[in-house]
């Protein structure tokens, strides 16, 4: 899971970057439209319904140590959902 910012703003809603979501399990790759801005509640709604909702809860979640996936609220979500999160190193 990482961020790809920078981008020109497009679209309805003037999108400026994405979460890039890569599951290995399926082989596949899902870009998320959302803003640079959005917050660790708005990733976790966009994870949430894009992702969880329809492949399931995954066991570990890999990505850099943005605040927005390091917060004390993604650290509870990940106990709740029982997600083992593992950070990489820049």
């Known amino acids: 899971m990482d961020w790809v910012t920078g981008l020109v703003p497009g679209g309805k809603e003037n999108f400026n970057a994405f979460l890039l979501i890569v599951d290995r399990f399926r082989k596949s790759v899902r870009c998320l439209p959302c803003h640079k801005e959005d917050t660790e ?7 949430w319904n894009n992702i969880i909702s329809t492949c399931g809860v995954p066991k570990i979640i890999i990505s850099d140590r ?13 106990d709740m959902l029982g997600t083992k999160p593992l950070f990489s190193i820049a």
């Open 41 to 47: 509640m708005d990733t976790a709604f966009l994870s």
């Open 66 to 78: 943005d605040p927005k996936f390091t917060s004390e609220f993604w650290t509870n979500l990940y």
